[in-house]
Structures are given as C-alpha cells and as structure tokens.
C-alpha cells in the first residue's frame, strides 16, 4: 500500500508485474475452460492492448487508449470463451466467463492508483457494453449467451468487483495509512531553528546575507556573459521589486513593477529567461541595448531575478543564456535561504521590540505613574511649614514626569516600524519629529527617496540607526537644531543625523553605548557608519549603504519649526 501512495513512478513495476501474471492466469483458466487453444487469440489481443503500458507508460493518450482496449477485449473475450465452454467439464451455463473476466481487475486497479476516478467509471462502462455485445454475437445450445444465468451472474460479479475497486480503492488506502503525528507548533519551531542555525554555521563565511549573496552571483556572471550593467531584484511588498545588489559604470533606476510591459514582468510569470533588445530601466538607455533577464526559480516559487545589460546587439545568444542558467540555478537556492533568514530574523526582532513594549507599558511604567500620583498626595498633605521638604517633593516629581517622558518616547522607538506604504523617509520623519517636539528641538529635514524601496530587513535597521542617532543628539548634545537627511536610491541609502550641540567630548559617555549599537546594525546590513564633527559645533552621524548613483538628483527639502 505504501508504493501506491508515494505516485506513478513507483507503481511501474507494479503494474508490468499483475499485467504477466494476469495475462499468464487467465491464458491457462481460459484452456483449461475451453479445452479450445483456438481462444487463446483474445489472450493474444489482451497482450496487444497491454502494449502501451509497457512500452509508453508517460503518453497521455496511448495509455488510456490501451486500458480501455483491454476491458473492450475481455467483455467481448467473455461471451465467446463461455459458448466455447458450455457443456466442457463442470463449466455450462454461462459460468466459462469466469476464466477471463477476472483480468478485468487490472485496468480498472491501474486507472484507481493513478487517482483517475472518471476514467475508471467509463471503463466499467465500456466493459458492461462489450459483455452484452459479447454475450449476444455468440451463442451456445442454439441461445444467445446473454440469455445464460450463469452468463449473467458471472459478469455481474466482476462488474460489482470493479465498481468497488474504481470507487474504494482510495478510500481504503486512506484508511489503512497510520495517521500522520500532528506537530506541536513550538516543538517543530524550535526543531527548525536548530536546524537552521547548524546550518548557517557551516555556510562558506558563515554568511546568510542576500545582499552579500546577490554581489556573488554578479561577480560570478561577470565571467560568463557580457554587460556594461547588471543588477539582482527580489520581491517585495505590493507586487514591487527590490534592488539586493547592482553593478555598472552608471547606476540604472530598474523597473520593479510586475504589472509593466517589460521583460521583466515576463520572466517573473514564465519562469523563463527573456531577452530584450531595450533597456529594462525606466528611462531607455540610447543606442543599442541587449537585455538579458533571468529568473530565479527556488522549487515552484521565484524569488528574484537577474539583469544583464550591454550596449551591443544580440550580446545573448541562446549558448551564453545556457551558460547564465547554469550559475543562476544553484544561486537561487542560496538567495531563498537567505531572504527566509532574514524573514525569520525579522519577525523575531519585531516580535521581541513588541513583548519588551508591552512589558514596559503595562509594567514599569504603570508603577511610575502610581509613584507620581503618590508624590502628588504626599505634597498635598504638608503640613504648614514644611518648605524644604515641599521643594524635595517637587524635584522628586519632576525627575518622575522626566522619566515617565523617556520611558513614552523608548516605547514610541520600539514600536516604530516602516511602513510598506510610507517608506523609509516617512518613517524616520515622524520619528524625529516626536522627539523634537518633547525636546523643544527645531527639526531640518531633507529628503531624496527613489520609488523603489530596500529590502524590508534593511530599511528596518537603517529606521533603527537613525533612531539612536536622534536620540543620542537629543539627550546628550544640548543642541538647538537637528538636521535629518534621508537618501534613497536602492542599493544605495545614505542616513545622516547632525546637531548643533556640543559634541562627542568626555562629558558625554553615555553615548557610546550607543555608537557601538549602530555600528554593529551597519556592519549587518554592509553598511558604513561615520562619525564626524559639526562646525562650529555639533555632531554628525552617518550610515550609508553601498555606492552612489552617478546622476544629479532632484530633493525635497523641508524646514520645520520647533519639532513639527
């Protein structure tokens, strides 16, 4: 029961097997019947029918052809061999039937295992047809076999018998399978995860980075096929795509919609590379472009592509498309474990920033406030006279608020996500301007943000370098103004956080913490963390993320007072 379970492939020998035997039986039941070698033509043209199961088991018509020759041959087979075998030994009346109607199973088995229910009703149809043609172009004593009790019987028998094997077959085989054991949800997870970190640890480098990985795979190209211009996407939010690495003379600003007319678009819904005599970028390139574009296909699911462009006619032939297939196949592989990773990363951080949020809403800071409300009380219940411990009550309440405050804002930071709509600069904008207004802070922004959009991993990191950065300026640097500037141009993103305070001197430890928490979120995503002064005064700190486009850039700059 097992080998019918596990599909076609394993069912071969099987059917090649009851095919012989059955063929082998029935040839010596219908002599021994008979006593007639004369019969053993059908067994003969049972043989035939069987051929295409033996000899074109994959053809999608020749197959069902055969199966339904074989139960044509044994109805017809039937009424012949039981007028032959009508007064022969014990067999009258019909009942010689017997001798072939048995190999009728074995159509009817095949067609069940394969899961084709419809066909196998048909089948018995025909087979019901070609008894009653067969039992009535034959005769025995002078009557029609049809007419035949044990005719009847005989063929009603193994009509029911294949009715049961054509609509049973896979109820039964379900209930003989031993129920598959459910998992239990944290039991598996945790299984994965060990899973997946031995795994990471034996990777060449250790490394699950799509970026890192999609760099790789552009290096390795470059030896195999031509371009002046090549880049790695994969899928993002809303049927959009995200650049993971790009190389060139000149950055291109890639098409990253699925629903355009592009090469692009044909490669993610076929499956199949394309080449194009135009440049898959949003605004055409001049002159001749050969654009090759090929998808990553992990299993079913595609998971990227890669684009390769040169400025020369017919540069892909069918020979170098071959040859970028062959490197793109097992770096598709790798690309899928990557972005998973970075999903389940992802998830866990997210999920982890929120338990800590809840933790300190519903714990510490619910306290806090109580210890305030009792620093209210107590001040209202003084006694005349008692100055100097009313002055120490109001202190005291003010450095509560002031930590209630901090605490508001750190929940307000691990709550913040980007969202898939917004983007990155929205994100970072609605940040700085909550924290500008608590401080009393005169807030610069300057953005310059490309429609496409990092990769959801990324953008979260660069979100949280700025929020560190914003907040180190806010707390330690005394400054009046902070100047915020957001630039997108995926791959590239560059994040820089100025202030007008007093800079990174000895008398502002305590951001050095911070300094080292960012520094180790850049290094993930390979990216570059600089620290500079601010003249005349003040502090600049930047990420930036790959390498700038080469092209004059158009940005919206906004000033807001005061935080707003």
């Known amino acids: 029961m097992p080998a019918q379970a596990s599909g076609p492939t394993r069912l071969r020998p099987a059917e090649a097997v009851a095919r012989v035997v059955m063929l082998v039986l029935v040839a010596v039941l219908t002599l021994t019947a008979t006593e007639d070698p004369g019969q053993l033509v059908w067994i003969a043209l049972l043989a035939v029918a069987a051929v295409p199961a033996f000899v074109a088991r994959e053809h999608p018509v020749l197959v069902p052809l055969g199966r339904f020759a074989e139960v044509v041959v044994t109805g017809l087979a039937a009424g012949s061999i039981a007028a032959s075998a009508d007064g022969v030994g014990l067999l009258d009346a019909g009942f010689g039937a017997e001798a072939i109607l048995p190999y009728l199973a074995v159509p009817l088995l095949t067609a069940a295992l394969h899961r084709r229910h419809t066909e196998g009703a048909a089948l018995l149809g025909v087979a019901a047809v070609a008894m009653v ?78 970026g890192g990985i999609s760099e790789h795979l552009l290096e390795e190209l470059r030896a195999v096929a031509p371009g002046h211009r090549a880049a790695v996407l994969s899928a993002s939010g809303g049927g959009r795509l995200v650049v993971l690495a790009q190389t060139g003379a000149e950055r291109v600003d890639w098409e990253t919609t699925l629903d355009a007319d592009s090469a692009i678009a044909d490669a993610w819904a076929t499956q199949q590379p394309q080449v194009a005599s135009r440049s898959q970028g949003r605004t055409h390139q001049s002159g001749e472009v050969s654009s090759l574009v090929v998808p990553l296909v992990a299993g079913v699911r595609t998971i990227g592509l890669v684009i390769l462009e040169t400025d020369a006619p017919g540069a892909y032939p069918s020979v170098v498309v071959q040859q970028v297939t062959e490197v793109t196949g097992p770096a598709a592989l790798r690309l899928e474990a990557a972005l998973l990773f970075d999903d389940v990363r992802s998830l866990a951080t997210n ?95 300057t953005f310059d943000e490309s429609t496409a959009r990092l990769p959801a991993a990324t953008e979260a990191e660069l979100l949280r370098i700025a929020q560190e950065a914003i907040t180190n300026a806010r707390k330690h640097a005394g400054a009046s103004n902070l100047w915020v500037t957001c630039t997108v141009d995926p791959p590239y993103a560059e994040i820089e956080v100025s202030d007008d305070g007093k800079g990174f001197a000895d008398e502002r430890p305590d951001g050095r913490y911070g300094l080292t928490i960012m520094a180790e979120r850049a290094e993930r995503i390979r990216g570059r963390l600089k620290i500079t002064p601010r003249h005349p005064s003040g502090t600049t700190v930047a990420v930036v993320l790959g390498t700038p486009p080469r092209r004059d850039s158009v940005r919206d700059s906004v000033s807001a007072p005061e935080g707003e």
């Not at 094997?165 to 399978?177: D, G, K, P, V």
């Not at 209210?376 to 930590?403: F, K």
Request: proline share 6%; glycine share 8%.
């Open 133 to 210: 043609i067969g039992g009535v172009t034959n005769s025995s004593n002078g009557h029609p076999t049809l007419t035949q009790p044990g005719y009847l019987v005989a063929c009603g028998q193994w009509l029911v018998l294949g009715a049961i094997i054509t609509f049973a077959a896979e109820t039964m085989r379900q209930l003989l399978q031993p129920p598959e054991p459910t998992p239990q949800p944290y039991a598996e997870a945790t299984r994965l995860l060990t899973q997946l970190r031995s795994v990471a640890r034996s990777l060449p480098g250790a490394t699950l980075d799509p």
């Open 351 to 445: 999920e982890e920033r929120q338990r800590l949020a809840r933790e300190i809403h519903d714990g510490v800071a619910q306290e806090l406030v109580m210890v305030g409300y009792g620093i209210d009380n107590a001040q209202a219940t003084l006694p005349e006279g008692a100055e100097e411990t009313a002055e120490e009550l109001r202190v005291l309440r003010a450095e509560v608020t002031r930590v209630i405050t901090e605490l508001r804002l750190s929940l307000f930071e691990l709550r913040s996500e980007v969202d898939r709509n917004g983007g990155l600069a929205a994100a970072i904008a609605e940040y700085a301007r909550t924290l500008g207004t608590s401080a009393g802070l005169r807030v610069h922004f």
